[in-house]
Nanobody, 119 residues
Framework: QVQIVESGGGWVQPGGSLRLSCELSGSVFKVYAMGWYRQAPGKQRELVAAITSGGTANYADSVEGRFTVSRDNAKNTVGLQMNSLKPEDTGVYYC?????????????WGKGTLVTVSS
């Protein structure tokens, strides 16, 4: 059984910062590249940041230089530091494996955490 719990979202003004956290059940996720996905209102879910099991990070062009993804395999957590936020960063953020489906062949998604950037 897998479980993913995202937290840390909220409302922030443009230019502000937020830090998202993701708690993962079990050690199965350690071998997977993990990612943060964003689903903006009326749009499809997109991958904005990813980190391999070894800690190599990659970012979508839209967040490069502003977002930093991290992971702690010992604690089964993944983080996303978001700086210089823009209104277009608004959306529900989900943490999940980059490879889909994920562990055990499941297409499981957590509830996500809502980020709203507006003045």
């Amino acid at each position: 059984q897998v479980q993913i719990v995202e937290s840390g979202g909220g409302w922030v003004q443009p230019g502000g910062s937020l830090r998202l956290s993701c708690e993962l059940s079990g050690s199965v996720f350690k071998v997977y590249a993990m990612g943060w996905y964003r689903q903006a209102p009326g749009k499809q879910r997109e991958l904005v940041a990813a980190i391999t099991s070894g800690g190599t990070a990659n970012y979508a062009d839209s967040v490069e230089g502003r977002f930093t993804v991290s992971r702690d395999n010992a604690k089964n957590t993944v983080g996303l530091q978001m700086n210089s936020l823009k209104p277009e960063d608004t959306g529900v953020y989900y943490c999940n494996t980059v490879q889909r489906p994920g562990p055990y062949g499941l297409d499981y998604w957590g509830k996500g955490t809502l980020v709203t950037v507006s003045s």
